[in-house]
């Protein structure tokens, strides 16, 4: 995978393609054939109510689900069963839902496992301490021990520190306090103008109203609408309370 | 204060070998969450395979040593991992420790098998003979060899676990291995590492004590218990802390051997059971744990039905008096622990399976209730019996109240030193008085059982008391299947689920654990009082530890929670496993493999054997027509069988082709009657997917159809109920 970038003005080039998806659980598919784009350089929102397969769509991106059907294209390569260490070796960087960080290891200990990606041990902590200089003493703490906004600051820290081509990132808010949402998005923000696509799931609509570029709309295993995030805004409050048509 | 230093090196020495085994056991743990129960038997192989190479076939000791340690201690490791391990993933603890003591229990088998039990294998030290002068005293050159390699390694796996990418790696696997691999690291090569320094770590422990205990596998593979303890001193976590509890057990048992007075028939079996009861004080000090909440598990266990029960009870007595009436005596002596000993594996269902507890000590308790029957039961008194359940019920509730708090391995763990202290001390000791109580034991060899005398009727012969285990171990089943049905049972069922969930509706945890843990010590006491009649005269060997383990591997292999999984143990291990070993040697030696290679087969199946046999039975279960013709032709093989028309081979052989011959016609017929016409709907979905009809797809009256086909509700009279093909039936 190479890094996307601004250069793609005139016809943005695709990095992650999405065709007719499926994927499921014990034999239940959740995922009913998912189409989606992230063009380099674009921050996607996927929005949707409890249960619409946002997370597992994910997943399957990461390489953490297997696709029982459809085209997994990222680069312009189909990379339907890859690993997920293979991926985020190749610049896929996954911040899962919860806290993405190992409790029982320092901090320091959870920054020197972001060089498996490839990424040399001093420039993970000079990246990551330079946007989250909060950590810089915590360093020898156990992560497991910190406040929930410092274990995502941690966890977000991935995301800065291996220099991803695409971030894809798991319900950040979860659990977390309004001000530090705000601040964490400010960072995906900045990420996203360094050149980083961004692909976000997030389940509170309107935080990501002013960072996404575009926003995608699944319903129950399937992308029901997709456009500006504004455009998308009109039609959540019947997608989450459950008046959403399938196609 | 010579004598004090000697000694003291001694304990030193010791403590350096328990640091290196117990250092692998923390390490894996660690690193993997696996408790290897199995550790010890890795250095036992481990060590029989440099005295294989270094000392029958004369190898150099540098290539010995690298063959054994370098190549083949890891490589079991690996094996274990890519093997067995990797398969464990959502299996409960109880599963997991039962594949790696099954795997213990395999490699022991596995090395008697190679290396014949029995023969005298001198292993001399290294560099045997020379000593170093430390001016205060000497050690020689083992000694100090051992010590230096406990610190080195202590040195060592400092450095890896904390300063190396691959050891903080390792800890990071046990966190969150799926984080592992979206950092982009191969969470099962880093397992795979860590099992095989695992490994490493155990062969080394083995290699150092060997040379100076005898090359015995049952006994080297136990070494882990002293292990354990030392572990336990770092709550299984730290290395530091486990390298102080290892100095703590080698120096007590360095002292014991120096100080304790040799000729006190009291004090004598102390010193190998000293670090079982550290262990046991250990594991008192460990701090609550959390309570478990909900996890998801591969194991699924359904209540047992009445209709089932019956069934059950009405074969197991109706087993018992055939057995009884075609076998001879030596036979019956042969086959007459199926149902004592399954009384024992029975004991395990309500604890293991509906509870979720793990015990190691249940023969144990069997043997306590062996000793009962035996001092109490004089002239066949039903009394023994009795005491025989209360005494091993009370000695189970004195170990289980300070242990009970313990879940998992640590409860797993204190079970198994009680188990080993009472081997290797208490049931060693001549009688004494505590007060005004005078504690017979088994009086330094065996003693002898009166059978039971019940209105005037003695069970004194082996056919009588095999009948009367078939009938007790068809109302202990019967009793078990109660207790699963009750409030109590529910309880159970519901604290194994999630501890957190029962603590939040008000229950008390700490009574209905005890309480289970008694009534299956009460159960374990009854089988082993019923086995003891049949044996007539009882040691201690009969109940140790590693006699105990098989009952547990297959009760948790047919289903621990299935009370049809006692019946399964004790008709394998002293039914079916005798009787195959009749056919030859060659048959007897892969026998003894069976326990062991089953345990670790479990991964695979969690929920057990039971369910599958049961599954292949349904047909034959519903279908009364060739239930019954089965039943007549086994009665008929019965009576020409008393009437010598021919023997015990050819009446096994032509009650196994009855049977397989119903469930073949039971099969036949079942499918062909379910798509036949007279069946309603004839051929729908499956019933699994009927589950999801009206979810997946809109609901109508073929549905209905196919559904009371499939709950077989034909016959039902619906009373007039008018039929809505979408919103069910309205009254």
């Given at each position: 995978?190479?890094?996307?970038?601004?250069?793609?003005?005139?016809?943005?080039?695709?990095?992650?393609?999405?065709?007719?998806?499926?994927?499921?659980?014990?034999?239940?598919?959740?995922?009913?054939?998912?189409?989606?784009?992230?063009?380099?350089?674009?921050?996607?929102?996927?929005?949707?109510?409890?249960?619409?397969?946002?997370?597992?769509?994910?997943?399957?991106?990461?390489?953490?689900?297997?696709?029982?059907?459809?085209?997994?294209?990222?680069?312009?390569?189909?990379?339907?069963?890859?690993?997920?260490?293979?991926?985020?070796?190749?610049?896929?960087?996954?911040?899962?839902?919860?806290?993405?960080?190992?409790?029982?290891?320092?901090?320091?200990?959870?920054?020197?496992?972001?060089?498996?990606?490839?990424?040399?041990?001093?420039?993970?902590?000079?990246?990551?301490?330079?946007?989250?200089?909060?950590?810089?003493?915590?360093?020898?703490?156990?992560?497991?021990?910190?406040?929930?906004?410092?274990?995502?600051?941690?966890?977000?820290?991935?995301?800065?520190?291996?220099?991803?081509?695409?971030?894809?990132?798991?319900?950040?808010?979860?659990?977390?306090?309004?001000?530090?949402?705000?601040?964490?998005?400010?960072?995906?923000?900045?990420?996203?103008?360094?050149?980083?696509?961004?692909?976000?799931?997030?389940?509170?609509?309107?935080?990501?109203?002013?960072?996404?570029?575009?926003?995608?709309?699944?319903?129950?295993?399937?992308?029901?609408?997709?456009?500006?995030?504004?455009?998308?805004?009109?039609?959540?409050?019947?997608?989450?309370?459950?008046?959403?048509?399938?196609? | 204060?010579?004598?004090?230093?000697?000694?003291?090196?001694?304990?030193?020495?010791?403590?350096?070998?328990?640091?290196?085994?117990?250092?692998?056991?923390?390490?894996?743990?660690?690193?993997?969450?696996?408790?290897?129960?199995?550790?010890?038997?890795?250095?036992?192989?481990?060590?029989?395979?440099?005295?294989?190479?270094?000392?029958?076939?004369?190898?150099?000791?540098?290539?010995?040593?690298?063959?054994?340690?370098?190549?083949?201690?890891?490589?079991?490791?690996?094996?274990?991992?890519?093997?067995?391990?990797?398969?464990?993933?959502?299996?409960?603890?109880?599963?997991?420790?039962?594949?790696?003591?099954?795997?213990?229990?395999?490699?022991?088998?596995?090395?008697?098998?190679?290396?014949?039990?029995?023969?005298?294998?001198?292993?001399?030290?290294?560099?045997?003979?020379?000593?170093?002068?430390?001016?205060?005293?000497?050690?020689?050159?083992?000694?100090?060899?051992?010590?230096?390699?406990?610190?080195?390694?202590?040195?060592?796996?400092?450095?890896?676990?904390?300063?190396?990418?691959?050891?903080?790696?390792?800890?990071?696997?046990?966190?969150?291995?799926?984080?592992?691999?979206?950092?982009?690291?191969?969470?099962?090569?880093?397992?795979?590492?860590?099992?095989?320094?695992?490994?490493?770590?155990?062969?080394?422990?083995?290699?150092?004590?060997?040379?100076?205990?005898?090359?015995?596998?049952?006994?080297?593979?136990?070494?882990?218990i002293n292990a354990y303890a030392a572990a336990i001193f770092g709550r299984l976590r730290s290395l530091p802390l486990t390298f102080v509890g290892a100095i703590v057990i080698g120096l007590t048992e360095g002292y014991l051997a120096g100080y304790l007075p040799g000729d006190n028939q009291y004090f004598a079996a102390f010193r190998p059971a000293a670090t079982v009861v550290i262990l046991f004080v250990a594991l008192l000090l460990v701090p609550n744990p959390r309570l478990r909440s909900r996890a998801h598990l591969r194991e699924y266990f359904p209540p047992p039905s009445r209709s089932g029960m019956v069934m059950l009870a009405v074969v197991v007595v109706v087993a018992g008096v055939v057995l009884a009436t075609t076998l001879d005596t030596v036979s019956l002596i042969t086959y007459g622990p199926v149902f004592s000993l399954g009384i024992v594996a029975l004991s395990?269902?309500?604890?293991?399976?509906?509870?979720?507890?793990?015990?190691?000590?249940?023969?144990?308790?069997?043997?306590?209730?062996?000793?009962?029957?035996?001092?109490?039961?004089?002239?066949?008194?039903?009394?023994?019996?009795?005491?025989?359940?209360?005494?091993?019920?009370?000695?189970?509730?004195?170990?289980?109240?300070?242990?009970?708090?313990?879940?998992?391995?640590?409860?797993?763990?204190?079970?198994?030193?009680?188990?080993?202290?009472?081997?290797?001390?208490?049931?060693?000791?001549?009688?004494?008085?505590?007060?005004?109580?005078?504690?017979?034991?088994?009086?330094?060899?065996?003693?002898?059982?009166?059978?039971?005398?019940?209105?005037?009727?003695?069970?004194?012969?082996?056919?009588?008391?095999?009948?009367?285990?078939?009938?007790?171990?068809?109302?202990?089943?019967?009793?078990?299947?109660?207790?699963?049905?009750?409030?109590?049972?529910?309880?159970?069922?519901?604290?194994?689920?999630?501890?957190?969930?029962?603590?939040?509706?008000?229950?008390?945890?700490?009574?209905?654990?005890?309480?289970?843990?008694?009534?299956?010590?009460?159960?374990?006491?009854?089988?082993?009082?019923?086995?003891?009649?049949?044996?007539?005269?009882?040691?201690?060997?009969?109940?140790?530890?590693?006699?105990?383990?098989?009952?547990?591997?297959?009760?948790?292999?047919?289903?621990?929670?299935?009370?049809?999984?006692?019946?399964?143990?004790?008709?394998?291990?002293?039914?079916?496993?005798?009787?195959?070993?009749?056919?030859?040697?060659?048959?007897?030696?892969?026998?003894?493999?069976?326990?062991?290679?089953?345990?670790?087969?479990?991964?695979?199946?969690?929920?057990?054997?039971?369910?599958?046999?049961?599954?292949?039975?349904?047909?034959?279960?519903?279908?009364?027509?060739?239930?019954?013709?089965?039943?007549?032709?086994?009665?008929?093989?019965?009576?020409?069988?008393?009437?010598?028309?021919?023997?015990?081979?050819?009446?096994?052989?032509?009650?196994?082709?009855?049977?397989?011959?119903?469930?073949?016609?039971?099969?036949?017929?079942?499918?062909?009657?379910?798509?036949?016409?007279?069946?309603?709907?004839?051929?729908?979905?499956?019933?699994?997917?009927?589950?999801?009809?009206?979810?997946?797809?809109?609901?109508?009256?073929?549905?209905?159809?196919?559904?009371?086909?499939?709950?077989?509700?034909?016959?039902?009279?619906?009373?007039?109920?008018?039929?809505?093909?979408?919103?069910?039936?309205?009254?």
């Amino acid at each position: 995978m190479s890094h996307g970038g601004n250069d793609a003005a005139s016809t943005p080039r695709r990095l992650v393609e999405l065709r007719g998806v499926r994927a499921g659980y014990d034999g239940i598919e959740v995922l009913h054939g998912v189409d989606l784009t992230v063009c380099a350089g674009e921050v996607v929102a996927i929005l949707g109510p409890n249960g619409a397969g946002k997370s597992t769509t994910l997943k399957v991106l990461a390489g953490l689900h297997p696709a029982s059907a459809g085209d997994v294209v990222i680069a312009g390569r189909r990379v339907n069963g890859a690993t997920a260490d293979a991926l985020a070796r190749r610049g896929l960087c996954l911040i899962p839902e919860g806290r993405g960080i190992f409790p029982n290891l320092t901090v320091r200990e959870n920054l020197w496992m972001m060089t498996h990606a490839g990424v040399e041990r001093p420039q993970v902590l000079e990246r990551s301490l330079h946007c989250f200089p909060q950590l810089s003493d915590l360093l020898d703490r156990t992560s497991g021990t910190l406040s929930g906004g410092q274990q995502q600051m941690l966890a977000m820290a991935r995301g800065l520190a291996t220099d991803p081509a695409l971030l894809v990132l798991d319900e950040l808010s979860m659990g977390l306090a309004p001000l530090v949402v705000d601040s964490l998005y400010e960072t995906v923000r900045q990420v996203a103008d360094g050149g980083t696509s961004v692909l976000l799931v997030e389940q509170f609509a309107r935080i990501v109203m002013d960072v996404a570029d575009s926003a995608v709309l699944m319903v129950q295993g399937h992308v029901v609408d997709s456009g500006h995030p504004r455009e998308i805004e009109g039609k959540l409050t019947q997608a989450y309370l459950g008046g959403q048509e399938n196609p | 204060m010579e004598k004090f230093l000697i000694f003291t090196v001694v304990g030193l020495t010791l403590s350096a070998t328990y640091a290196v085994i117990a250092s692998g056991l923390v390490l894996t743990y660690a690193t993997t969450g696996i408790f290897n129960f199995s550790q010890g038997a890795i250095g036992m192989v481990a060590a029989f395979a440099y005295w294989q190479l270094r000392f029958d076939w004369g190898w150099p000791t540098p290539i010995a040593l690298v063959v054994s340690l370098g190549l083949l201690a890891p490589a079991i490791g690996l094996a274990i991992d890519r093997g067995i391990m990797r398969g464990l993933r959502g299996t409960s603890e109880a599963t997991r420790l039962v594949v790696s003591i099954s795997l213990m229990v395999a490699l022991i088998a596995l090395a008697n098998l190679v290396w014949e039990p029995g023969r005298s294998r001198p292993m001399s030290t290294f560099f045997e003979g020379s000593r170093v002068d430390l001016g205060i005293t000497t050690i020689t050159y083992h000694q100090a060899i051992t010590i230096v390699v406990a610190v080195l390694i202590a040195a060592g796996l400092r450095f890896l676990l904390h300063n190396t990418r691959i050891g903080v790696s390792m800890r990071a696997n046990v966190d969150d291995d799926a984080l592992v691999l979206l950092n982009g690291a191969q969470p099962k090569r880093i397992a795979g590492i860590s099992w095989a320094v695992g490994g490493f770590l155990a062969g080394v422990g083995g290699i150092l004590i060997a040379p100076t205990l005898s090359l015995e596998a049952g006994s080297l593979s136990l070494l882990i218990i002293n292990a354990y303890a030392a572990a336990i001193f770092g709550r299984l976590r730290s290395l530091p802390l486990t390298f102080v509890g290892a100095i703590v057990i080698g120096l007590t048992e360095g002292y014991l051997a120096g100080y304790l007075p040799g000729d006190n028939q009291y004090f004598a079996a102390f010193r190998p059971a000293a670090t079982v009861v550290i262990l046991f004080v250990a594991l008192l000090l460990v701090p609550n744990p959390r309570l478990r909440s909900r996890a998801h598990l591969r194991e699924y266990f359904p209540p047992p039905s009445r209709s089932g029960m019956v069934m059950l009870a009405v074969v197991v007595v109706v087993a018992g008096v055939v057995l009884a009436t075609t076998l001879d005596t030596v036979s019956l002596i042969t086959y007459g622990p199926v149902f004592s000993l399954g009384i024992v594996a029975l004991s395990l269902v309500p604890l293991v399976g509906f509870a979720g507890q793990i015990s190691l000590a249940q023969l144990s308790f069997a043997g306590i209730g062996a000793l009962a029957v035996a001092h109490h039961g004089h002239d066949g008194s039903p009394l023994g019996l009795v005491l025989a359940v209360v005494l091993a019920a009370a000695v189970g509730t004195v170990v289980a109240l300070p242990v009970m708090r313990l879940t998992g391995i640590y409860l797993a763990l204190a079970t198994a030193a009680f188990a080993v202290a009472l081997d290797r001390w208490l049931f060693n000791l001549p009688d004494f008085s505590v007060g005004p109580v005078h504690v017979r034991l088994f009086g330094l060899g065996s003693v002898s059982v009166d059978p039971l005398r019940i209105l005037g009727h003695e069970f004194d012969s082996p056919a009588a008391l095999l009948m009367l285990s078939a009938v007790v171990f068809a109302a202990v089943s019967l009793l078990v299947a109660a207790l699963r049905w009750s409030r109590f049972g529910r309880q159970l069922v519901a604290m194994r689920d999630s501890e957190a969930a029962c603590a939040t509706f008000g229950l008390n945890l700490m009574w209905p654990r005890v309480g289970v843990f008694a009534l299956s010590a009460g159960i374990a006491g009854l089988g082993g009082a019923l086995y003891a009649m049949q044996l007539g005269s009882v040691a201690p060997a009969r109940f140790d530890l590693l006699n105990g383990l098989p009952i547990f591997i297959l009760v948790v292999v047919g289903g621990a929670g299935l009370v049809g999984s006692a019946l399964f143990a004790g008709g394998i291990l002293y039914g079916v496993l005798p009787l195959t070993a009749t056919l030859g040697p060659v048959i007897a030696k892969i026998n003894s493999l069976f326990p062991g290679f089953t345990g670790v087969g479990l991964g695979r199946n969690p929920s057990g054997a039971v369910p599958v046999f049961s599954a292949a039975a349904g047909p034959l279960r519903n279908d009364p027509v060739v239930l019954a013709s089965m039943g007549v032709a086994m009665a008929v093989c019965y009576v020409l069988r008393l009437a010598e028309v021919f023997g015990n081979w050819a009446f096994v052989v032509l009650l196994g082709v009855a049977l397989v011959a119903a469930m073949v016609v039971a099969r036949r017929r079942s499918s062909s009657g379910a798509q036949g016409p007279g069946q309603g709907a004839g051929a729908g979905p499956d019933p699994e997917d009927l589950e999801w009809v009206g979810v997946t797809e809109p609901f109508t009256p073929a549905h209905l159809a196919r559904m009371e086909q499939v709950l077989d509700l034909q016959s039902v009279d619906l009373e007039g109920a008018e039929l809505d093909p979408v919103g069910g039936r309205d009254a």
